[in-house]
């Protein structure tokens, strides 16, 4: 059982940055990928960025050149740096984890960012 905790989130003006943490009880290595996802008020949970354990990283187009994933081995830690934060990013933000063989899911708890004057 891979736990995650996501830390980082709060409320910042439009224009301003934030960086998440998530810190995972599991080697990353072990992993495939670790992702953050955002869910707003009345919308489905979407994938904002996904790293590829030792590959790439991927992007959705609406945080591309704004967002950047990254992971810190030692720490068991992948972060989200969101910078231009623009107020359609409110949304809680959640660490998923993927592991294979067999197929995993793991999910955090959430954390909140609120863009807003």
């Known amino acids: 059982q891979v736990q995650l905790v996501e830390s980082g989130g709060g409320l910042v003006q439009p224009g301003g940055s934030l960086r998440l943490s998530c810190a995972a009880s599991e080697i990353i290595r072990s992993l495939y990928a670790m992702d953050w996802f955002r869910q707003a008020p009345g919308k489905q949970r979407e994938m904002v960025a996904r790293l590829i354990v030792g590959g790439n990283s991927h992007y959705a187009d609406s945080v591309k050149g704004r967002f950047t994933i990254s992971r810190d081995a030692a720490k068991n830690t992948v972060y989200l740096q969101m910078n231009s934060l623009q107020p359609e990013d409110t949304a809680v933000y959640y660490c998923?984890?993927?592991?294979?063989?067999?197929?995993?899911?793991?999910w955090g708890q959430g954390t909140q960012v609120t863009v807003s004057e």
């Open positions: 998923h984890a993927l592991k294979l063989v067999p197929t995993t899911d793991y």
